[in-house]
């Protein structure tokens, strides 16, 4: 396996790393996946939900997506905020009249 030594570290080609992760951690354990594509975990997770965002869409949010203070992790749904999170704002102004 070819490498490059820049500055002490050690760079791989994408193939190269993808390879030698493999040999570290088995085959099995190892799947490359790109910043424009999403992991099988991802894929199995969300194809479950009601209504599953598009590839694109996920990609984008994905931190969001994945946060379940936003999405019920297994189901999908919304976690919406109490009273959609106006009532306290509502509230606040009335006191002030």
Same mark, same amino acid.
């Given at each position: 396996m070819e490498h490059l030594i820049v500055n002490g570290i050690v760079e791989f080609?994408?193939?190269?790393?993808? *390879? $030698?992760?493999?040999?570290?951690y088995g085959a099995e354990n190892v799947e490359w996946t790109s910043r424009d594509t999403l992991s099988i975990a @991802?894929?199995?997770r969300i194809?479950?939900?009601?209504?599953p965002p598009?590839?694109?869409?996920?990609? *984008? $949010?994905?931190?969001?997506?994945?946060?379940?203070l936003y999405y019920?992790?297994?189901t999908g749904e919304?976690?919406?905020?109490? @009273?959609?999170g106006f009532f306290i704002w509502i509230k606040k102004r009335q006191d002030h009249f």
């Open positions: 080609q994408e193939v190269e790393r993808n *390879e $030698y992760f493999k040999k570290m @991802d894929r199995l194809q479950k939900w009601r209504f598009n590839d694109k869409l996920y990609i *984008e $949010y994905k931190q969001v997506y994945q946060d379940s019920n992790q297994v919304i976690n919406w905020l109490t @009273d959609d």
